[in-house]
C-alpha cells in the first residue's frame, strides 16, 4: 500500500496566492468603508463639513478601487460584494443620516421616512446593478447608466449642505423641502432614467489640452471655493442628464 501524499503542483499553489499590490484594490473598498463609518460618526457630533469631505473622498475611492482592480487584473467575487456593501453604507446611508442630524432630526416622523426611503432606493439600484452585471445579456449601452449611480445620488442628496457651506449659513431650506429633495435623490437612483457613464468617454489628441486645462481651473475651484463648486457640479450633473435624455432615446429608436 502506498502512503505516500500526491505531490502539490507548485503552479497551482502559486496560482491560490496573490500579491500585496492585488490586494490594493481591496483596502481601498475598505479604506472607503471607514470613512463612511466616520462621516457619521462625525456627523453625530455636530462637524458636518468634515462629515462631507469624508462621504467625498469614500466616493473618490470608490472611482479607484474597481479600475485598480481591472488594471492588476485582480478582480474577484468577494472584492465586489465588498464593493456593494461599501457603497451601500457610504451613499446610501451616511449621506441621509447626515441630513437628518444636520436639519430634520426636529421635524416629525417625515424626516426619518426620507432617510428610510432614500437608504431603500440605493439598496435597491445596487442589488439591480449587481443582476445587470452578473447577466449574461450583454447588449445593454455601457455608455449609459440605467438611473443615476449611487455615488452621484449621495453627491445630490447632500446638495442643500454645499449651498449652506458656501454661503456662511445654516439650514437654508424648511424640513419638508430638504425631506422631498432626499427623496427624489433616492427615486432617481431607481429610475429608468439613462445617465451619462463617463467610461466610455473619448477624447481627441486636438483636445486633450483644453481638457488639462480645465481640469486645472475645476481643481484651482474646488480648492478655492470649494462648496460653491461643488454645487455648480451638481446643477451641471442634472442639467447634462436632462440633455443626454432625449439623445439617448433617439439612438434607442434609430435603426441599426
Excluded at 479604506?31 to 466616520?38: E, F, K, M, N, W
Excluded at 478582480?75 to 446611508?93: I, P, T, Y
Excluded at 427623496?183 to 489640452?209: C, D, E, H, Y
Aim: aromatic letters at 10%.
Amino acid at each position: 500500500m502506498n502512503d505516500q501524499k500526491p505531490t502539490e503542483d507548485p503552479k497551482v499553489r502559486a496560482a491560490e496566492k496573490v500579491t500585496l499590490i492585488q490586494l490594493l484594490p481591496n483596502v481601498l473598498t475598505v479604506v472607503a468603508i471607514c470613512a463612511g463609518l466616520t462621516a457619521i460618526r462625525f456627523g453625530l457630533q455636530g462637524s458636518y463639513e468634515l462629515a462631507v469631505q469624508l462621504i467625498l473622498l469614500a466616493a473618490v475611492l470608490d472611482g479607484l478601487d474597481g479600475r485598480l482592480a481591472r488594471a492588476l487584473k485582480s478582480e474577484s467575487g468577494m472584492g465586489a460584494e465588498l464593493d456593494s456593501l461599501a457603497d451601500f453604507l457610504n451613499f446610501g446611508v451616511a449621506p441621509g443620516m447626515l441630513l437628518y442630524t444636520w436639519a430634520l432630526e426636529d421635524s416629525r416622523s417625515f424626516g426619518w421616512i426620507a432617510v428610510l426611503v432614500f437608504a431603500v432606493c440605493a439598496v435597491v439600484r445596487l442589488a439591480r446593478f449587481n443582476v445587470m452585471r452578473k447577466s449574461e445579456d450583454k447588449d445593454h449601452d455601457n455608455a449609459y447608466f440605467t438611473g443615476v449611480p449611487s455615488p452621484a445620488g449621495a453627491l445630490l442628496a447632500m446638495l442643500p449642505m454645499y449651498l449652506s457651506f458656501g454661503l456662511g449659513a445654516g439650514p437654508m431650506f424648511p424640513d419638508l423641502v430638504l425631506a422631498g429633495w432626499l427623496v427624489l435623490a433616492g427615486l432617481a437612483m431607481i429610475s429608468r432614467v439613462p445617465t451619462w457613464s463617463f467610461k466610455t468617454t473619448r477624447i481627441s489628441r486636438q483636445n486633450v489640452k483644453y481638457v488639462l486645462v480645465g481640469v486645472a481651473f475645476v481643481g484651482a475651484a474646488v480648492l478655492t471655493y470649494a462648496w460653491i463648486t461643488l454645487a455648480l457640479f451638481c446643477a451641471a450633473y442634472l442639467v447634462a442628464v436632462v440633455i443626454m435624455l432625449p439623445k439617448k432615446r433617439m439612438r434607442g429608436s434609430a435603426p441599426d
